[in-house]
């Protein structure tokens, strides 16, 4: 019986996982703090239900190691170029500023030492990559600009996890005068390894993969796959160095080989199941008890983190040029500590870094930051409209247009709201046609390429009254709103009708609740740039089977009104 004692750990740790999943996916929470809350109430401190503590570490360390080998697969350098000075700048500069705050407000506020505030610095400068892309999908803000920001920050932190990983046992095992030294030593070793890793990622890698993928195997090739991982894993733990420091060193190196999508996919279905038992074991190691005895320092901790992530964050974003609106959005949407937080805490743990009573103190608030992110966004949803509404008032009265003012449609110019892809398309459009038109972004770098190219724009949140005010709505012949933030289009309608209720609105959209909400506000025509791809394609099949033009429009048209 008692060699079945892992089995049943782990056929009840999923079992749990998946009932906490449940509730928080109905609940329309992140599902990773459902695992987390299931894990508090099954955990030793609560009923109990899982006690083989052994085995559940071992889970989530594997999960640990399969999740920073796919941030490795997944990692590309072109990401962090694409989102601009922001993403790479910005992001590095998050990082270094919230490790400073942190660690002076450990330093001095929680009167922790050195070493203690330092992790605890380092800790706090990460963000949960999952909860925030989860939020982010089911907001419709992947596209967003505070949702690129956002999404080019983690990238970044998720990078940091590997020199921190690296940093961290050097800070157990040497001391202040030394630890410099310790470091380079450990760069030294990691350098070596990435050089040997490269060598073989480039002439025995895509040999060996090609060999297995000719057998035409699933199973030979995941097998091999989890062999290169823990492989790496091993080579970096005897080198002194973090193992999941080689589990996302072979991950970034298979990223360059043309078996990188194969493997991804092999191995992202065994990466959720053992990630989410990291998850739960994380709920099992907080006890209840302790939180309620330590609630005032806890309620501290999270108030410090809470202030600090949220002033960083707001500080760089505003500092790029971003608006208000952005950087309340992307300091709300990521003030929380990320998954690899539990990791770098238990690592100082199983150091003598953390004592039991701190690593009491720091877990709880790092399940609690999670599980306020929803809530914190939901009351930005609420609060930030109301405020800008009361601030804008005199504006819109001001702004508003008396009926002499409104003239003939056509003689007016076009306002584009949003001058991403689908806003310069259609300004190129317009170009062609000889028709003016008048440019409203919230992104700096958007901006400053329609001011090289001499358009006319203005830079602001088209979605607030002071910004729109200065547009010439009344004297404008449509609107065009084609940013993909589904908030940010129904204020940009709202305020825009209020200042001329007259006015011509185009907009794009996502899901069929928001066209039915912006159809009610008077917006005259709604696209959706997916659904319109899709009838493109539709066309196009048609025409390759050889049916005629006045046949294909009308099937076409049938399909639309069908959809509609």
């Given at each position: 019986?008692?060699?079945?004692?892992p089995?049943?750990?782990?056929?009840?740790?999923?079992?749990?996982?998946?009932?906490?999943?449940?509730?928080?996916?109905r609940?329309?929470?992140?599902?990773?703090?459902?695992?987390?809350?299931?894990?508090?109430?099954?955990?030793?401190?609560?009923?109990?239900?899982?006690?083989?503590?052994?085995?559940?570490?071992?889970?989530?360390?594997?999960?640990?190691?399969?999740?920073?080998?796919?941030?490795?697969?997944?990692?590309?350098f072109?990401?962090?170029?694409?989102?601009?000075?922001v993403?790479?700048?910005?992001?590095?500069?998050?990082?270094?500023?919230?490790?400073?705050?942190?660690?002076?407000?450990?330093?001095?506020?929680?009167?922790?030492?050195?070493?203690q505030?330092?992790?605890?610095?380092?800790?706090?400068?990460?963000?949960?990559?999952?909860?925030?892309?989860?939020?982010?999908m089911?907001?419709?803000?992947?596209?967003?600009?505070?949702?690129?920001?956002?999404?080019?920050?983690?990238?970044?932190?998720?990078?940091?996890?590997?020199?921190?990983?690296?940093?961290?046992?050097?800070?157990?095992?040497?001391?202040?005068?030394?630890?410099?030294?310790?470091?380079?030593?450990?760069?030294?070793?990691?350098?070596?390894?990435?050089?040997?890793?490269?060598?073989?990622?480039?002439?025995?890698?895509?040999?060996?993969?090609?060999?297995?993928?000719?057998?035409?195997?699933?199973?030979?090739?995941?097998?091999?796959?989890?062999?290169?991982?823990?492989?790496?894993?091993?080579?970096?733990?005897?080198?002194?160095?973090?193992?999941?420091?080689?589990?996302?060193?072979?991950?970034?190196?298979?990223?360059?080989?043309?078996?990188v999508h194969?493997?991804?996919?092999e191995?992202?279905?065994?990466?959720?199941?053992?990630?989410?038992?990291?998850?739960?074991?994380?709920?099992?190691?907080?006890?209840?008890?302790?939180?309620?005895?330590?609630?005032?320092?806890?309620?501290?901790?999270?108030?410090?983190?809470?202030?600090?992530?949220?002033?960083?964050?707001?500080?760089?974003?505003?500092?790029?040029?971003?608006?208000?609106r952005v950087?309340?959005?992307?300091?709300?949407?990521?003030?929380?500590?990320?998954?690899?937080?539990?990791?770098?805490?238990?690592?100082?743990?199983?150091?003598?870094?953390?004592?039991?009573?701190?690593?009491?103190?720091?877990?709880?608030?790092?399940?609690?930051?999670?599980?306020?992110?929803?809530?914190?966004?939901?009351?930005?949803?609420?609060?930030?409209?109301?405020?800008?509404?009361?601030?804008?008032k005199?504006?819109?009265?001001?702004?508003?247009?008396?009926?002499?003012?409104?003239?003939q449609?056509?003689?007016g110019?076009?306002?584009?709201?949003?001058?991403?892809?689908?806003?310069?398309?259609?300004?190129?459009?317009?170009?062609?046609?000889?028709i003016?038109?008048?440019?409203?972004?919230?992104?700096?770098?958007?901006?400053?390429?329609?001011?090289?190219?001499?358009?006319?724009?203005?830079?602001?949140?088209?979605?607030?009254?002071?910004?729109?005010?200065?547009?010439?709505?009344?004297?404008?012949a449509?609107?065009?709103?084609?940013?993909?933030d589904?908030?940010?289009?129904?204020?940009?309608?709202r305020?825009?009708?209020?200042?001329n209720?007259?006015?011509?609105?185009?907009?794009?959209?996502?899901?069929?609740?928001?066209?039915?909400?912006?159809?009610?506000?008077?917006?005259?025509?709604?696209?959706?740039?997916?659904?319109?791809?899709?009838?493109?394609?539709?066309?196009?099949?048609?025409?390759?089977?050889?049916?005629?033009k006045?046949?294909?429009?009308?099937?076409?048209?049938?399909?639309?009104?069908?959809?509609?």
């Open positions: 019986m008692t060699s079945l004692a089995i049943i750990s782990l056929s009840i740790l999923l079992a749990i996982a998946l009932a906490g999943g449940m509730i928080a996916h609940l329309r929470q992140p599902i990773v703090i459902g695992y987390i809350l299931i894990g508090i109430l099954a955990g030793p401190h609560a009923l109990g239900w899982v006690k083989d503590s052994a085995t559940v570490e071992m889970a989530a360390s594997f999960g640990v190691a399969l999740l920073m080998f796919t941030v490795g697969l997944e990692t590309s072109t990401q962090l170029r694409d989102v601009g000075r993403g790479l700048w910005g992001g590095l500069l998050q990082i270094i500023l919230t490790i400073i705050l942190g660690t002076l407000s450990a330093l001095f506020i929680f009167r922790w030492s050195l070493q505030s330092i992790i605890f610095g380092l800790i706090i400068s990460l963000s949960s990559t999952a909860i925030c892309l989860k939020i982010l089911d907001r419709g803000e992947l596209s967003s600009v505070h949702g690129r920001i956002m999404i080019a920050m983690l990238i970044l932190q998720d990078l940091s996890v590997v020199i921190m990983m690296v940093a961290l046992p050097l800070m157990g095992n040497a001391g202040a005068g030394n630890i410099a030294m310790e470091l380079a030593l450990a760069l030294g070793k990691a350098l070596l390894f990435i050089g040997v890793s490269v060598v073989l990622g480039q002439w025995v890698l895509p040999w060996l993969l090609g060999d297995v993928g000719g057998v035409r195997s699933r199973e030979l090739f995941l097998l091999t796959v989890l062999v290169l991982c823990l492989g790496s894993m091993i080579g970096t733990y005897l080198m002194g160095l973090s193992m999941v420091f080689g589990a996302f060193l072979i991950g970034l190196i298979l990223r360059s080989t043309r078996f194969q493997a991804l996919a191995i992202t279905p065994l990466r959720d199941i053992f990630a989410t038992l990291f998850f739960v074991s994380i709920g099992m190691m907080l006890d209840p008890g302790l939180l309620l005895i330590n609630w005032q320092e806890i309620l501290y901790v999270v108030i410090a983190i809470i202030i600090i992530k949220i002033a960083v964050v707001f500080s760089i974003v505003k500092a790029f040029g971003y608006t208000n950087a309340i959005y992307s300091s709300a949407g990521i003030f929380q500590i990320g998954e690899f937080g539990f990791v770098l805490a238990q690592g100082a743990l199983e150091q003598g870094i953390f004592t039991p009573a701190l690593n009491s103190v720091i877990l709880p608030s790092i399940v609690i930051t999670m599980i306020l992110t929803p809530f914190i966004i939901g009351a930005v949803d609420l609060l930030y409209p109301a405020v800008t509404s009361i601030t804008g005199k504006a819109r009265e001001t702004a508003s247009c008396t009926v002499q003012d409104s003239p449609a056509k003689q110019h076009i306002i584009i709201a949003g001058y991403g892809r689908v806003g310069q398309n259609l300004a190129s459009g317009l170009d062609n046609a000889g003016p038109y008048l440019v409203i972004d919230i992104d700096p770098d958007c901006v400053s390429g329609a001011k090289t190219c001499r358009l006319p724009n203005i830079y602001g949140d088209a979605s607030i009254i002071q910004v729109l005010s200065q547009a010439d709505l009344c004297n404008a449509a609107l065009v709103v084609t940013f993909p589904p908030r940010s289009v129904e204020a940009t309608v305020n825009a009708l209020s200042i209720p007259d006015l011509k609105i185009l907009a794009r959209f996502q899901r069929q609740h928001e066209a039915q909400k912006l159809a009610k506000l008077g917006v005259i025509e709604l696209v959706n740039p997916e659904v319109e791809a899709g009838f493109k394609l539709f066309k196009l099949v048609l025409k390759i089977t050889g049916m005629e006045e046949q294909r429009t009308a099937l076409v048209d049938a399909v639309r009104r069908s959809i509609e």
